[in-house]
């Protein structure tokens, strides 16, 4: 196992384009976590699942944002009508959930910019 | 609400001086605390974790202290490297049927030789 990956590295999309970025976890994780990360700041929570449900989602994720995990493995993040304040980083992270003794492995994340 | 809060950056120092960065949390209940590092270019690594109260996290020359008294979690290192340069990122974690895991802002750190 290669660890989490997520395709693509970087998009460049114009305003009010739909992008969908996927995370492909460490293989016998069953949680999975999606951020988005802007300049100087730390990760900012969007959403997360556990195996295929999705159990929380932050107040950031607008009704443009949809993420799924249909068979509990990979996950897709979709933003439809993108703004230019969707420009960031998004990235994933997946882990055991196994009480609090967990770690969570990071990719290394998509790079969005909209013009 | 749970939340972390560290110091801001950037710090600069010198090779072979003491870091210390400051990182103290809001949390309900006993969350575990960590450390990540991002170095330039790079994603997001784990560098030491604690789980309790009074746990000590050590990893590269780095330490933290669980201190649920004062709810800190301070990352330390004696000697600092050029290498070390990087943003450092304090996160919690709390579990439960909503376990999450949060994140503060990141402090950047530039070692200069």
């Known amino acids: 196992d290669t660890g989490v990956s997520q395709d693509p590295r970087h998009k460049i999309t114009k305003r009010g384009q739909n992008v969908t970025f996927r995370c492909d976890p460490i293989s016998e994780h069953n949680r999975l976590y999606w951020y988005r990360q802007t300049l100087g700041q730390g990760p900012e929570f969007l959403t997360y699942f556990q195996n295929e449900a999705q159990l929380e989602k932050s107040r950031l994720l607008s009704d443009r944002f949809s993420a799924e995990r249909p068979k509990g493995s990979f996950s897709t993040l979709e933003i439809q009508r993108t703004e230019q304040g969707d420009s960031a980083m998004y990235l994933c992270?997946?882990?055991?959930?196994?009480?609090?003794?967990?770690?969570?492995?990071f990719g290394q994340g998509t790079r969005l910019t909209v013009v | 609400g749970n939340s972390v809060t560290q110091m801001e950056g950037p710090v600069t120092l010198s090779e072979e001086a003491f870091l210390t960065i400051n990182c103290t949390y809001t949390a309900t209940g006993y969350p575990s605390l960590f450390w990540y590092v991002q170095y330039p270019g790079e994603g997001l690594q784990l560098l030491l974790k604690a789980t309790k109260a009074d746990d000590k996290g050590s990893n590269k020359g780095f330490e933290a202290t669980y201190r649920k008294e004062t709810t800190s979690f301070h990352l330390e290192k004696g000697s600092v490297q050029v290498s070390d340069s990087a943003v450092y990122f304090c996160a919690l974690f709390y579990g439960g049927s909503q376990g999450n895991l949060i994140f503060g802002k990141g402090t950047k750190l530039s070692v200069k030789p």
């Open positions: 992270a997946s882990s055991l959930a196994s009480g609090q003794n967990t770690e969570a492995f």
